[in-house]
């Protein structure tokens, strides 16, 4: 384990794609190597808090070259260099594309920073069973 707090951000721009119509979302994407296993996409939709979801790393790493997940995010390579994501919830699903150059870049950025493997080494098992135990105390 590694004392270091670094994180790694992407702001873009993601198209939220509608029955009618298509309309451009800004998303920041995240890597924290306090949970080097993960990405989260906040994606500004223009209310006070933004929309959070949290996925694999592997997942997003996965879906640049071929079709990935089959829960509640999905990623997929499409036409012109572009990549479906598609999120699900119990209250409906989004389905958006992106620059597939720019997740590319952003993925180098955090494979650079903590390596596919060493994930391990860059967790703090004794804060998360922490953190788990005081969770389930309150």
């Not at 670094?6 to 998303?27: G, M």
């Not at 190597?33 to 997003?60: H, I, K, M, N, Y």
Request: glycine fraction near 4%; hydrophobic fraction near 45%.
């Amino acid at each position: 384990m590694r004392d270091v707090t670094n994180i790694i951000c992407k702001q873009t721009v993601f198209e939220l794609i509608a029955p009618d119509s298509t309309v451009s979302v800004n998303v920041e994407l995240t890597y924290s190597f306090r949970d080097p296993f993960a990405v989260e996409a906040s994606f500004r939709t223009g209310t006070a808090q933004p929309v959070v979801w949290v996925f694999a790393r592997e997942l997003l790493a996965d879906g640049l070259s071929e079709a990935a997940g089959d829960g509640d995010v999905t990623v997929a390579p499409i036409e012109r260099d572009q990549v479906e994501l598609v999120l699900t919830s119990p209250s409906g699903h989004a389905r958006f594309h992106a620059d597939a150059a720019v997740l590319s870049d952003f993925l180098e950025h955090t494979y650079a920073a903590v390596p596919q493997g060493s994930e391990y080494s860059w967790l703090d098992f004794d804060a998360a069973l922490t953190d788990l135990l005081e969770k389930t105390m309150d």
